[in-house]
C-alpha cells in the first residue's frame, strides 16, 4: 500500500486523460454519462470541478466531478479505480473535497448527490444487490451524510441505452442524500434543491408529472426539518437579557438554513428557474459574525453598564 505522504490527493484538473475515460467507462453505464465534450464544455464555463487523486506516478486512483448551483454543489460522478480500492482513496478523497467546497463555497447548503435506494418500493433486491447498495450509503453516511427525508420516494427520469435525452426510459428510484455545509437543510431549502435537480440535470420543469408528483411528498415529510423549528431552537439558545435574545433570535431566524420563503414579494412562489429566484437570505458566515459582534457588544459594554459594572477591556 502506497503512503499518503505520496499521494496527489484530490487535486483540480483541467483536463480530462486516458486514465479518466478507462475508469469512467468502467464504472459508468453508457445511458448514465455524459459527452466528453460536455462536460469538457463545462468544466471550461467553470459550472463543473473536475478533482483526481493519484499516485506518486501520476496514476489515477479516483476521481469525483461536481457541478456548481447557485445554493449547493452536486455530486455528479464519483469513481475509483477498481484495481486500486484497498486504500481507502475514495473515503480520502471526499473529505478533502468536502473541506475545498466548505471553504470556496461557504454560502452553499451543501454537497447533494443521488444513490440507488437501499428499500425500493416494489422491487425485490438480491441479496448481494441489497449489499452494495447499503454498503454504498455506510460508506457516505460516515462522510457525513444524510437523508433528508426519511420517506420519501425519490424519482429521476433514466435514458435507455444509448439514448441522448432524458425523455426515454423508465423511472428511476433512488435516494437523494446531502452532506450539509453548516445548519440543517431545512424543508423549503430541500424543495428548492430539488426543483433546480430536475431543471438543472434533467430539464424537467416545475408543472413536469415527475417533479409534481416527487415534490407533493414534502409537504407530509415526518423527518425534515422545518424552519420554524429553528427559529424556536435559536430563541432557546439566545442570552437571557431580552433585547440581545430579541436580536439574537429574530437574526437567527432569518439565517437558519439559508431558509428563505421561496417567494417573492407578491407571495407566489418562484419557479426554481435559473434567474427567476427570489432574493436569497445573506449567507451564514457573514450572519454568525454580526450575530457574535451584537452579543458581544451586550455583554461587554451595554449590560455592564446597566447594571453598575464597568465594561470587561479588549
Given at each position: ?5 505520496n ?123 441489497l ?21 420519501l420516494i ?38 428548492r ?28 415529510c ?22 440581545a435574545?430579541?436580536?439574537?433570535t ?24 435559473p ?35 464597568k465594561?470587561?477591556?479588549?
Amino acid at each position: 500500500m502506497q503512503s499518503d505522504n505520496n499521494i496527489r490527493l484530490c487535486e483540480p484538473t483541467a483536463t480530462l486523460d486516458e486514465a479518466w475515460r478507462r475508469v469512467y467507462e468502467g464504472a459508468f453505464p453508457a445511458e448514465e454519462r455524459e459527452p466528453e465534450d460536455k462536460l469538457t464544455k463545462l468544466m471550461e464555463e467553470g459550472k463543473l470541478l473536475y478533482h483526481r487523486t493519484s499516485d506518486a506516478n501520476g496514476d489515477l486512483l479516483c476521481f469525483t466531478m461536481v457541478s456548481l448551483a447557485e445554493e449547493f454543489s452536486f455530486l455528479a460522478y464519483m469513481a475509483t479505480d477498481p484495481t486500486k480500492r484497498s486504500g481507502g482513496w475514495g473515503s480520502k478523497h471526499l473529505k478533502r473535497l468536502l473541506e475545498q467546497l466548505k471553504e470556496n463555497y461557504p454560502q452553499h447548503l451543501g454537497l447533494f448527490f443521488e444513490i440507488e435506494a437501499t428499500s425500493p418500493s416494489g422491487v425485490t433486491l438480491t441479496e448481494e444487490e441489497l449489499k452494495i447498495r447499503e454498503r454504498r450509503f455506510v460508506f457516505y453516511q460516515r462522510l457525513g451524510a444524510r437523508r433528508l427525508c426519511e420517506d420519501l420516494i425519490y424519482l429521476t427520469p433514466s435514458k435507455s441505452a444509448g439514448a441522448t435525452d432524458w425523455e426515454t426510459g423508465k423511472e428511476w428510484e433512488g435516494e437523494l442524500l446531502a452532506i450539509e455545509f453548516g445548519s440543517p437543510v431545512c424543508a423549503d431549502a430541500l424543495e428548492r434543491v430539488m426543483r433546480e435537480i430536475y431543471h438543472r440535470f434533467y430539464g424537467r420543469g416545475p408543472q413536469d408529472p415527475l417533479v409534481m408528483k416527487v415534490l407533493s411528498q414534502l409537504s407530509n415529510c415526518k423527518s425534515a426539518v422545518t424552519c420554524q423549528g429553528l427559529s424556536a431552537e435559536a430563541g432557546a439558545a439566545s442570552p437571557a437579557s431580552d433585547t440581545a435574545a430579541r436580536i439574537d433570535t429574530e437574526t437567527k431566524g432569518a439565517a437558519a438554513c439559508s431558509c428563505s420563503s421561496g417567494k417573492d414579494s407578491k407571495g407566489e412562489s418562484s419557479s426554481g428557474l435559473p434567474g427567476s429566484q427570489s432574493p436569497r437570505t445573506p449567507g451564514l458566515c457573514p450572519l454568525k459574525r454580526l450575530i457574535s459582534f451584537l452579543r458581544r457588544v451586550w455583554q461587554e459594554s451595554i449590560r455592564p453598564c446597566l447594571s453598575g459594572r464597568k465594561p470587561r477591556s479588549s
